[in-house]
């Protein structure tokens, strides 16, 4: 899960994942990063931490880090948060940028519709709240996929490695 500083959308969409795919049964590593490290070491957002709680997902302690062309080695599936965002991953990648494991994070959703999260750094409260519900109905997808995909096949894979 990657977005600008990796303390607002990022921080809350790992969290949610994680969350979702250990109540599934999935042994899913789920992290996130920022494309700039303006943040780097520092906890969530304050309002991101809280809706979380809110929400029963305690990311508190997790830690911004910056996107390293490496991610790309070692997590099977990186999701953007939006499309400048993908942008930054392409240019900090530059050869180790591979299409195949990368996408943005609402095309889960809406299949080739290319949509942002919205960042809601510069907003109140409310806007942290929707990125919660939009960023939720993402993960949920993905985990109904990845259990449908389970079912039908017998298989799913149950370790995986997500940014």
């Not at 049964?25 to 809706?51: I, R």
């Not at 948060?81 to 993908?86: H, I, K, R, S």
């Not at 109904?144 to 079912?151: F, Q």
Request: aromatic share 8%.
């Amino acid at each position: 899960m990657v977005c600008l500083g990796n303390i607002c959308r990022s921080p809350l969409a790992e969290g949610i994942l994680q969350e979702r795919a250990f109540k599934a049964g999935l042994n899913w590593s789920v992290e996130s990063a920022g494309t700039n490290s303006y943040h780097t070491g520092d906890p969530p957002h304050h309002l991101s931490q809280k809706v979380a709680r809110l929400n029963g997902i305690d990311i508190c302690s997790q830690r911004a880090r910056r996107f390293v062309a490496a991610d790309f080695d070692n997590y099977d599936k990186i999701y953007a948060l939006a499309g400048d965002v993908m942008d930054e991953i392409r240019r900090i990648a530059k050869n180790k940028f591979d299409a195949s494991k990368v996408d943005l994070l609402m095309n889960e959703l809406y299949p080739g519709r290319d949509m942002d999260v919205p960042d809601p750094w510069y907003g109140e409260e409310p806007g942290y709240h929707d990125v919660y519900k939009m960023i939720d109905r993402v993960c949920e997808k993905i985990i109904e996929n990845a259990t449908a995909n389970r079912a039908s096949t017998g298989n799913v894979e149950a370790t995986q490695n997500l940014k």
